[in-house]
C-alpha cells in the first residue's frame, strides 16, 4: 500500500468521519481478518516456543526493534541493549517529549527546556546525564531547538475527546504467554470506547524512513489485536516538518503480522542453538557488534566499492 | 460483571467467617513473630510492593533496609494510579447524569480539571502533592502525572466498559475531606504492622454475603504471571480490612485489555495470608541479618539489584541463563565500546 502524501496531523483529525469507522472497524471482514490474524500469530508463536524453548515463566519478548532487526540482521537483534546515548539519539528523546508536552499542555508551546525538565519529571535519567557530561543542557546540538519549534508549529490542538494518551503501552501475549509482543506509542487517539476510530501517532526526530513505516504496521497490529479494531491510520510525524499518514486496512496487518511470524522463526531457531544470520549492510556502521563481525566490517557502501575507472 | 458468588460451590461458603479465620490465624503467627524479635518492631507496612519483594527475593527485601521498604514518595510514576482514581470519582460525583449515567469522560480534561480544582499545597494525599507542585509552577511534574494519570483513566474505562459496571466504588481514592475507602488491618490495637489493600475500586456493597469484587488495573505489566499472585495478596488484604472474604479479585490490564477473574477461595486466602506473614517475619529477620546469599531467589530482578556484586546465586545467574534476554542471547563486543560509533566501514 502507497504511503498516502501526507496532509497534516490536523488534517487527518479533521478528516475522520466517525459514521465511516462503523464501516471500517465493525465490518464483519475486518473481524474475521483480526481473528485470522490472531489465530496465525498464536500458531506460529506456539510452533516457534516449542523450538525456541520459551515458557510463560521465560518467555520470548519482542518489541519494535527485535522484530526489525531478527528481520534486518538477525546477529544485531542479539546486541546488548545498554548502546552509547548519542547526541542524535538525546536529540531524538528531545523532540519526542516536546510532541508529548504539545499534547498535554496545548495551551503552552512546548520548548527545549520544557522538553527536558519533562524528561526528567518522567525519571528518564539518559538525556540529564548526557548533557551533564558535556557541560549542561548548552550541550545540547543547536538544531534540536530549531526540530522543537518546527514541531510545536505544526501540532495542533487536539480535542479532548480523542482521548489523547502519550506513551500507550499495548501488549499481544501469545502461546499462552511463552511469547510476548509489546510496544509503547508515542501517542494514541481515539479507539473504543470513544465514538472515534483509534489513530496512532508516531513521533520522528530526524528523517522518516521505511524503518519507521514497519514499526507504525507493528503498533497498528497490535492496537487492532487490543481492541478488536484497526486503528483507522499511522501518523507519523517528522520534525523536518514532514507528516506521512499511512491508512490503515486488513492487508496492512497482514503483513505486519507475516512480518512478526518471520520474527518468530528467525527467533526460534536462534534460542535453540543455532549461530545468528549476519546480513551487512548500512547499518552495520552503527552496530555495536561491528568489531566482532567480519562480514560487517568487511561490507563497504556500493560508493565505496566501486572500483574507479 | 456483577459480583454474584458463584452457585457452584467455588469460592468461600461463609464469607464473614472465612475473613474471621484468617484475622484469627494471622494475628497469632505476627504476634508469635513480632514476639520473637529481638528488640521492638517499628511500622511494618505491608502493601502488594512489600509483599511481592519479600517473596521475590527474601535476601533483596531485607537487604533494602528503611530506605526500600517505605513509600519511595509521589511521582508522575507513582501519583500516576491516585491521581486517575481521585479525577475519575471526582468525574463521577460531579457529572450531572443524564438519562443512561454520566458523560463519556474525556480522560485528559477529567485529570487538568482535577488538578486545577481539587488540589492544594497541604491537602490530604496526592492532592496536597500535586498542590505542591501547582504552587511551584513544576508544570514538567504535572504534565507527566497527567500523562500517567489519563493512561490509567483510559485503560479502567476501555477495559471495564462505560457506563462503568452497576455498583462500581472506586477505593483508595483521596476527596476534600481526605482519603477514604482504603481497607487497612492491625492485628492488634497499637501494633507495629498494618496491611493495606490497594484495590482500586470495588464492584458490589460490602455484605456479609460477600457478593462483591475487588478490582485491581494495571496500566501494562511485563506479563500475565504476577495477575493471579496480586490477586491473591489483594483478596487477602481486602479481607482483613473489610472483615468479609471477597467473592472475587478482577484485575484488568490496560496494555492487553484483559480482564481476569480470580475467585476468592480458602487456599487463596490462604496463600494471601502467607505473603503477608512473610513481610512479618522478613522484616523481624533484617534486624539481625540483611543479605543472606542462603535465601537469595536470582530472576531478572538480579540486573537492577545492589547486591548482585556481591550476591554469589545472583551472579551465578547473570552469568547463566541472565545473559539471555527476553527469550534471546546476548552478544557483546569487547571491543564495541571504542569503535561502536564509527559512521562507515573502514576502506584501507
Same mark, same amino acid.
Given at each position: 500500500?502507497?504511503?498516502?502524501?501526507?496532509?497534516?496531523? @490536523? =488534517? *487527518? #483529525?479533521?478528516?475522520?468521519?466517525?459514521? &465511516?469507522? /462503523?464501516?471500517? $472497524?465493525?465490518? !464483519? +471482514?475486518?473481524?474475521?481478518?483480526?481473528?485470522?490474524? @490472531? =489465530? *496465525? #500469530?498464536?500458531?506460529?508463536?506456539?510452533? &516457534?516456543? /516449542?523450538?525456541? $524453548?520459551?515458557? !510463560? +515463566?521465560?518467555?520470548?519478548?519482542?518489541?519494535?526493534?527485535?522484530?526489525?532487526?531478527?528481520?534486518?540482521?538477525?546477529?544485531?537483534?542479539?546486541?546488548? $541493549?545498554?548502546?552509547?546515548?548519542?547526541?542524535?539519539?538525546?536529540?531524538?528523546?528531545?523532540?519526542?517529549?516536546?510532541?508529548?508536552?504539545?499534547?498535554?499542555?496545548?495551551?503552552?508551546?512546548?520548548?527545549?527546556?520544557?522538553?527536558?525538565?519533562?524528561?526528567?519529571?518522567?525519571?528518564?535519567?539518559?538525556?540529564?546525564?548526557?548533557?551533564?557530561?558535556?557541560?549542561?543542557?548548552?550541550?545540547?546540538?543547536?538544531?534540536?531547538?530549531?526540530?522543537?519549534?518546527?514541531?510545536?508549529?505544526?501540532?495542533?490542538?487536539?480535542?479532548?475527546?480523542?482521548?489523547?494518551?502519550?506513551?500507550?503501552?499495548?501488549?499481544?501475549?501469545?502461546?499462552?504467554?511463552?511469547?510476548?509482543?509489546?510496544?509503547?506509542?508515542?501517542?494514541?487517539?481515539?479507539?473504543?470506547?470513544?465514538?472515534?476510530?483509534?489513530?496512532?501517532?508516531?513521533?520522528?526526530?530526524?528523517?522518516?524512513?521505511?524503518?519507521?513505516?514497519?514499526?507504525?504496521?507493528?503498533?497498528?497490529?497490535?492496537?487492532?489485536?487490543?481492541?478488536?479494531?484497526?486503528?483507522?491510520?499511522?501518523?507519523?510525524?517528522?520534525?523536518?516538518?514532514?507528516?506521512?499518514?499511512?491508512?490503515?486496512?486488513?492487508?496492512?496487518?497482514?503483513?505486519?503480522?507475516?512480518?512478526?511470524?518471520?520474527?518468530?522463526?528467525?527467533?526460534?531457531?536462534?534460542?535453540?542453538?543455532?549461530?545468528?544470520?549476519?546480513?551487512?549492510?548500512?547499518?552495520?556502521?552503527?552496530?555495536?557488534?561491528?568489531?566482532?563481525?567480519?562480514?560487517?566490517?568487511?561490507?563497504?557502501?556500493?560508493?565505496?566499492?566501486?572500483?574507479?575507472? | 460483571?456483577?459480583?454474584?458468588?458463584?452457585?457452584?460451590?467455588?469460592?468461600?461458603?461463609?464469607?464473614?467467617?472465612?475473613?474471621?479465620?484468617?484475622?484469627?490465624?494471622?494475628?497469632?503467627?505476627?504476634?508469635?513473630?513480632?514476639?520473637?524479635?529481638?528488640?521492638?518492631?517499628?511500622?511494618?507496612?505491608?502493601?502488594?510492593?512489600?509483599?511481592?519483594?519479600?517473596?521475590?527475593?527474601?535476601?533483596?527485601?531485607?537487604?533494602?533496609?528503611?530506605?526500600?521498604?517505605?513509600?519511595?514518595?509521589?511521582?508522575?510514576?507513582?501519583?500516576?494510579?491516585?491521581?486517575?482514581?481521585?479525577?475519575?470519582?471526582?468525574?463521577?460525583?460531579?457529572?450531572?447524569?443524564?438519562?443512561?449515567?454520566?458523560?463519556?469522560?474525556?480522560?485528559?480534561?477529567?485529570?487538568?480539571?482535577?488538578?486545577?480544582?481539587?488540589?492544594?499545597?497541604?491537602?490530604?494525599?496526592?492532592?496536597?502533592?500535586?498542590?505542591?507542585?501547582?504552587?511551584?509552577?513544576?508544570?514538567?511534574?504535572?504534565?507527566?502525572?497527567?500523562?500517567?494519570?489519563?493512561?490509567?483513566?483510559?485503560?479502567?474505562?476501555?477495559?471495564?466498559?462505560?457506563?462503568?459496571?452497576?455498583?462500581?466504588?472506586?477505593?483508595?481514592?483521596?476527596?476534600?475531606?481526605?482519603?477514604?475507602?482504603?481497607?487497612?488491618?492491625?492485628?492488634?490495637?497499637?501494633?507495629?504492622?498494618?496491611?493495606?489493600?490497594?484495590?482500586?475500586?470495588?464492584?458490589?456493597?460490602?455484605?456479609?454475603?460477600?457478593?462483591?469484587?475487588?478490582?485491581?488495573?494495571?496500566?501494562?505489566?511485563?506479563?500475565?504471571?504476577?495477575?493471579?499472585?496480586?490477586?491473591?495478596?489483594?483478596?487477602?488484604?481486602?479481607?482483613?480490612?473489610?472483615?468479609?472474604?471477597?467473592?472475587?479479585?478482577?484485575?484488568?490490564?490496560?496494555?492487553?485489555?484483559?480482564?481476569?477473574?480470580?475467585?476468592?477461595?480458602?487456599?487463596?486466602?490462604?496463600?494471601?495470608?502467607?505473603?503477608?506473614?512473610?513481610?512479618?517475619?522478613?522484616?523481624?529477620?533484617?534486624?539481625?541479618?540483611?543479605?543472606?546469599?542462603?535465601?537469595?531467589?536470582?530472576?531478572?530482578?538480579?540486573?537492577?539489584?545492589?547486591?548482585?556484586?556481591?550476591?554469589?546465586?545472583?551472579?551465578?545467574?547473570?552469568?547463566?541463563?541472565?545473559?539471555?534476554?527476553?527469550?534471546?542471547?546476548?552478544?557483546?563486543?569487547?571491543?564495541?565500546?571504542?569503535?561502536?560509533?564509527?559512521?562507515?566501514?573502514?576502506?584501507?
Amino acid at each position: 500500500m502507497p504511503v498516502r502524501p501526507a496532509s497534516t496531523l @490536523a =488534517a *487527518l #483529525l479533521a478528516e475522520v468521519d466517525i459514521a &465511516a469507522e /462503523a464501516e471500517a $472497524g465493525d465490518g !464483519p +471482514d475486518v473481524t474475521g481478518a483480526l481473528d485470522d490474524i @490472531a =489465530a *496465525l #500469530l498464536d500458531h506460529a508463536a506456539r510452533s &516457534a516456543a /516449542a523450538v525456541g $524453548g520459551w515458557t !510463560p +515463566d521465560e518467555p520470548l519478548r519482542l518489541a519494535k526493534g527485535t522484530v526489525g532487526w531478527l528481520l534486518r540482521c538477525p546477529r544485531r537483534a542479539l546486541a546488548a $541493549g545498554d548502546a552509547e546515548v548519542s547526541d542524535d539519539l538525546v536529540g531524538g528523546l528531545v523532540v519526542d517529549a516536546a510532541a508529548k508536552l504539545a499534547t498535554l499542555v496545548p495551551q503552552r508551546a512546548p520548548t527545549v527546556d520544557a522538553a527536558l525538565d519533562y524528561l526528567a519529571a518522567t525519571g528518564d535519567t539518559a538525556v540529564a546525564d548526557h548533557l551533564a557530561d558535556r557541560g549542561g543542557r548548552g550541550a545540547l546540538p543547536p538544531e534540536v531547538a530549531g526540530r522543537v519549534a518546527l514541531l510545536a508549529g505544526a501540532w495542533p490542538t487536539i480535542d479532548p475527546g480523542w482521548w489523547p494518551r502519550v506513551e500507550e503501552p499495548v501488549r499481544a501475549g501469545l502461546a499462552g504467554g511463552a511469547v510476548v509482543v509489546s510496544g509503547r506509542l508515542d501517542l494514541l487517539l481515539g479507539g473504543a470506547p470513544t465514538p472515534r476510530p483509534a489513530v496512532v501517532v508516531e513521533v520522528k526526530a530526524g528523517r522518516w524512513h521505511d524503518g519507521a513505516r514497519a514499526d507504525g504496521h507493528l503498533y497498528a497490529l497490535l492496537v487492532a489485536l487490543r481492541d478488536g479494531r484497526p486503528p483507522a491510520a499511522v501518523v507519523t510525524v517528522v520534525a523536518d516538518g514532514t507528516t506521512q499518514v499511512e491508512p490503515i486496512r486488513p492487508a496492512v496487518l497482514g503483513t505486519a503480522a507475516d512480518r512478526v511470524v518471520h520474527a518468530l522463526e528467525v527467533a526460534g531457531t536462534i534460542a535453540a542453538g543455532e549461530p545468528a544470520a549476519t546480513r551487512p549492510g548500512p547499518h552495520c556502521g552503527h552496530c555495536p557488534l561491528r568489531p566482532d563481525c567480519p562480514e560487517g566490517s568487511a561490507w563497504r557502501p556500493v560508493a565505496d566499492a566501486t572500483v574507479p575507472a | 460483571m456483577a459480583a454474584r458468588r458463584r452457585r457452584d460451590g467455588a469460592g468461600v461458603k461463609d464469607a464473614v467467617g472465612a475473613a474471621d479465620r484468617l484475622r484469627a490465624g494471622l494475628t497469632e503467627t505476627i504476634t508469635r513473630v513480632l514476639a520473637d524479635a529481638p528488640a521492638p518492631v517499628a511500622d511494618v507496612y505491608v502493601g502488594w510492593v512489600a509483599a511481592a519483594e519479600a517473596a521475590d527475593c527474601p535476601a533483596r527485601y531485607r537487604a533494602a533496609g528503611e530506605g526500600g521498604w517505605g513509600f519511595p514518595g509521589w511521582t508522575a510514576s507513582t501519583a500516576g494510579a491516585a491521581v486517575g482514581r481521585a479525577a475519575l470519582d471526582r468525574h463521577l460525583h460531579d457529572a450531572t447524569a443524564p438519562p443512561g449515567g454520566p458523560d463519556l469522560p474525556a480522560p485528559l480534561e477529567v485529570v487538568r480539571t482535577w488538578m486545577r480544582d481539587a488540589t492544594a499545597a497541604g491537602a490530604p494525599g496526592v492532592a496536597g502533592w500535586v498542590g505542591d507542585l501547582r504552587a511551584d509552577r513544576d508544570g514538567a511534574t504535572m504534565a507527566a502525572t497527567a500523562a500517567a494519570a489519563t493512561r490509567w483513566i483510559a485503560g479502567v474505562v476501555r477495559v471495564l466498559g462505560w457506563p462503568l459496571p452497576p455498583g462500581l466504588v472506586l477505593l483508595n481514592v483521596t476527596r476534600d475531606d481526605g482519603p477514604s475507602g482504603a481497607a487497612k488491618w492491625w492485628p492488634a490495637k497499637g501494633s507495629a504492622v498494618t496491611v493495606a489493600s490497594g484495590a482500586d475500586a470495588r464492584l458490589g456493597r460490602v455484605t456479609g454475603s460477600g457478593e462483591f469484587a475487588l478490582v485491581v488495573h494495571r496500566p501494562s505489566s511485563a506479563d500475565d504471571r504476577e495477575v493471579h499472585r496480586r490477586a491473591t495478596f489483594e483478596a487477602a488484604a481486602g479481607a482483613l480490612g473489610l472483615r468479609v472474604a471477597p467473592d472475587a479479585v478482577v484485575v484488568t490490564a490496560g496494555d492487553t485489555g484483559d480482564r481476569a477473574r480470580v475467585v476468592v477461595d480458602e487456599a487463596v486466602l490462604a496463600a494471601g495470608g502467607e505473603m503477608i506473614a512473610e513481610v512479618v517475619r522478613q522484616r523481624v529477620r533484617a534486624m539481625t541479618t540483611g543479605y543472606d546469599a542462603g535465601d537469595a531467589r536470582p530472576s531478572a530482578r538480579c540486573r537492577w539489584c545492589d547486591e548482585a556484586g556481591h550476591c554469589p546465586p545472583g551472579t551465578a545467574w547473570l552469568a547463566g541463563p541472565g545473559r539471555w534476554r527476553g527469550g534471546l542471547p546476548v552478544l557483546r563486543s569487547g571491543r564495541a565500546s571504542a569503535t561502536a560509533a564509527v559512521g562507515v566501514a573502514p576502506t584501507g
